[in-house]
């Protein structure tokens, strides 16, 4: 069973970068699927990006944030990482790590979430 910690969250100006970085415990993190999530105030959580287990070969990202953000791993470290870059305001929200067993229908492992906010 995976726990998952976010962090690297904050007040960034648009234009500006962000790292998150998602800690999970667990001796088989290699075998999840990884992914990021964000909710916006007043909306639903929508996805972000995702990696598929073992090296990461597949990525998948929103169209939203194609081109300015990249998802990564390090399954040694047992981290999950999201780049952001050129940030917007609509950008601002909580994000989330989740993960899933490797070909998994769905996330079922989720953190707590880490606040990004990006001003005009």
């Given at each position: 069973?995976?726990?998952?910690?976010?962090?690297?969250?904050?007040?960034?100006?648009?234009?500006?970068?962000?790292?998150?970085?998602?800690?999970?415990?667990?001796?088989?993190?290699?075998?999840?699927?990884?992914?990021?999530?964000?909710?916006?105030?007043?909306?639903?959580?929508?996805?972000?990006?995702?990696?598929?287990?073992?090296?990461?070969?597949?990525?998948?990202?929103?169209?939203?944030?194609?081109?300015?953000?990249?998802?990564?791993r390090?399954?040694?470290?047992?981290?999950v990482?999201l780049?952001?870059?050129?940030?917007?305001?609509?950008?601002?929200?909580?994000?989330?790590?989740?993960?899933?067993?490797?070909?998994g229908?769905?996330?079922n492992?989720?953190?707590?979430?880490?606040?990004?906010?990006?001003?005009?």
């Amino acid at each position: 069973q995976e726990q998952l910690v976010e962090s690297g969250g904050g007040l960034v100006q648009a234009g500006g970068s962000l790292k998150l970085s998602c800690a999970a415990s667990g001796r088989t993190f290699s075998t999840y699927d990884m992914g990021w999530f964000r909710q916006a105030p007043g909306k639903e959580r929508e996805f972000v990006a995702r990696i598929s287990s073992w090296s990461g070969g597949s990525i998948y990202y929103a169209d939203s944030v194609k081109g300015r953000f990249t998802i990564s791993r390090d399954n040694a470290k047992n981290m999950v990482y999201l780049q952001m870059s050129s940030l917007k305001p609509e950008d601002t929200a909580v994000y989330y790590c989740a993960a899933r067993f490797m070909g998994g229908s769905r996330f079922n492992y989720w953190g707590r979430g880490t606040q990004v906010t990006v001003s005009s």
